[in-house]
């Protein structure tokens, strides 16, 4: 016990004390503020204010709800434990944030941008056809509201484990705090918050890391421990697909990955088209990149010194907690339960990121249901004040799903693996379907739609082959040795034995010699697979279509290009140049539908 201020359980588990429980219920109540304040102060009116804060935004509360709304109480806390228990490889995605968004500014940001449309997936409509518009936007709502939930249980399992709550309490109360500021609020409260909570969790990261060294004692003690239990590899080059992370399959799995979320998602996208110049989405996107590199090292950097302050003394081994998914709060608690209210704000940091994600996630999703599937449905358009609150009843709905859906995943703990395998199912089609609008100007509508049917058949028969190998056993990935012997009569590690040799790491991998290659696929390349074979299949059933068309005669050759608006600017500059030009200079569109700056001129 630290000063009174922490307690421990009958188990042995470590709580919260008055001080942290103050802390964490001082960050609900912030976020719930925010939510008031644009909610009736400073009102959201009509659908372009609600939606995308007016066109207006500044270029700081967006870029930190870039980062925040990809980071999540996930994020924070199976990093930390990955490393603890497979080592360092994972840490390659600290080397993807600039390269990443290097891509994002100069081939994706300046068509979006320049297109204007409230939604991502609208591009697919123009591009190619509504069917697939509304195939991938069907596709986002499932996996978004699938991976939701999972984001918001996982904290709740962290602040179950060191306050002793039901989750079914935690649940709906933290719940409700994120839907109330985001339907009261709109994007202008989602983005602030995110902003705040940001700031709140890096600090108390921070923090606990400073508490974690003054513990080791050295650097060098530090760096001696992680090199001694294998925690410091980074370049495994094999290219053994089966292997659950390599510096292959981490940078390509995780960078598809990275590159489909901060490039074309609808909730990244949004926050570019909030701000009011392409130069200043640009200049978002580069802190994003600099917050990127932040976020993921810390998370990487606390399973590091979460190993090496447990070297000797491993908690799960001991059954002090039940699962290395399980540590990150042990560890607070263990490291920083004497700092008063710490460990509060760091869970309720860890919660912030669940909901930052989650708010940013609602406030998409009920744009993208409105634009794609109420809006085109109602006879006469309504005024801006009726949408605004039509967005506003969506996001309360979509919320009180979410509540509901955590009751459901509680229940139900396989239900995780599914949602995270569905995620990887849907990614890999509508990314590699951008890939083919913005990269592939011969690519079409048929063939646009064989390389998605192709790549969701083949990643639902992987993604569940390879689940169903996981839960039988069929395939396993044993983590890295740990060691007991240095436990003291407290518990802790002790540093003063001399060190016996540690044990001998067995194999990256197991699985039976007669299981379907496909399911012994890494996970990491799940993404890479989905993409490769819509990208694959799309080009070259378009190719054969248009390559028919010519023989023929017909329109619709490889001369009859999409508009150049509708391309990435290296591949749009290429394109204008080839295509053909009527007597007074203008070109004709392939697609039947315009582009928004024909519109304006129009």
């Given at each position: 016990m630290a000063d009174g201020l922490e307690q421990v359980a009958a188990d042995g588990a470590l709580r919260f004390g008055a001080l942290d429980y103050s802390s964490f219920v001082v960050m609900m109540l912030v976020s719930a503020l925010v939510g008031v304040y644009y909610g009736f102060f400073k009102k959201q009116e009509s659908l372009e204010d609600y939606f995308l804060g007016g066109r207006n935004m500044g270029i700081f509360p967006i870029a930190m709800s870039l980062i925040a709304s990809n980071i999540s109480g996930v994020t924070m806390l199976a990093v930390p434990a990955d490393i603890y228990a497979y080592g360092f490889q994972i840490g390659l995605v600290l080397f993807l944030g600039v390269p990443v968004v290097i891509l994002v500014v100069y081939f994706f940001l300046p068509t979006f941008y320049k297109l204007q449309y409230e939604s991502s997936y609208e591009y697919l409509e123009h591009r190619f056809c509504k069917k697939l518009r509304t195939m991938s936007s069907v596709f986002y709502i499932l996996g978004s509201y699938l991976i939701m939930s999972v984001i918001m249980y996982v904290p709740c399992l962290a602040m179950h484990q060191v306050s002793g709550l039901d989750v079914?309490?935690?649940?709906?109360?933290?719940?409700?705090?994120?839907?109330?500021?985001?339907?009261?609020?709109?994007?202008?409260?989602?983005?602030?918050?995110?902003?705040?909570?940001?700031?709140?969790?890096?600090?108390?990261?921070?923090?606990?890391?400073?508490?974690?060294?003054?513990?080791l004692g050295s650097f060098s003690e530090t760096w001696s421990r992680l090199a001694d239990g294998g925690r410091l590899e980074m370049f495994n080059m094999t290219l053994d697909p089966t292997i659950r992370a390599t510096f292959w399959n981490v940078l390509l799995g995780e960078g598809f990955y990275f590159l489909n979320s901060l490039a074309v998602s609808p909730s990244s996208v949004q926050r570019y088209l909030a701000l009011p110049t392409l130069s200043a989405a640009k200049r978002a996107a580069w802190m994003l990149a600099l917050g990127f590199v932040v976020t993921r090292g810390l998370s990487c950097v606390t399973g590091l010194v979460m190993y090496a302050v447990y070297y000797d003394c491993d908690p799960v081994a001991r059954k002090v907690v039940p699962h290395s998914d399980n540590l990150v709060p042990h560890f607070v608690m263990d490291v920083a339960g004497h700092w008063p209210g710490l460990p509060g704000v760091f869970i309720a940091g860890v919660f912030s990121a669940a909901l930052s994600t989650v708010s940013s996630v609602l406030n998409t999703l009920s744009g993208v249901i409105y634009k794609d599937f109420i809006e085109t449905r109602l006879r006469k358009k309504p005024s801006e004040k009726r949408a605004s609150l039509i967005l506003k009843g969506l996001t309360l709905l979509l919320g009180v799903g979410v509540v509901l859906m955590v009751f459901v995943v509680e229940h139900l703990g396989a239900i995780l693996e599914v949602a995270l395998s569905v995620s990887g199912v849907t990614t890999g089609a509508t990314f590699g379907l951008f890939l083919l609008g913005l990269f592939v100007p011969w690519a079409e509508t048929v063939g646009a739609m064989s390389g998605a049917v192709a790549s969701l058949s083949l990643m639902t028969i992987v993604c569940i082959g390879g689940l169903h190998a996981k839960k039988s056993g069929a395939i396993k990935y044993p983590p890295l040795p740990t060691r007991t012997d240095g436990c003291d009569a407290t518990g802790l590690s002790g540093t003063t034995t001399p060190r016996p040799p540690f044990p001998a790491r067995g194999p990256a991998v197991v699985y039976d010699e007669d299981l379907f290659p496909l399911f012994r696929l890494s996970p990491f390349y799940y993404v890479v697979l989905g993409v490769t074979t819509t990208v694959v299949v799309g080009v070259l059933v378009s190719a054969a279509v248009r390559g028919a068309r010519t023989r023929r005669g017909l329109k619709g050759g490889f001369d009859d290009l999409p508009h150049p608006d509708l391309l990435s600017p290296p591949v749009a500059r290429l394109v204008h140049g080839r295509r053909p030009r009527h007597a007074d200079g203008s070109v004709e569109m392939y697609q039947a539908v315009a582009t928004e700056a024909e519109k304006i001129k129009g």
């Open positions: 079914q309490i935690i649940n709906p109360l933290t719940c409700l705090v994120c839907v109330f500021y985001t339907c009261l609020g709109g994007i202008r409260a989602v983005v602030w918050t995110d902003a705040l909570q940001l700031v709140s969790l890096v600090v108390a990261s921070f923090v606990v890391l400073g508490a974690s060294m003054s513990r």
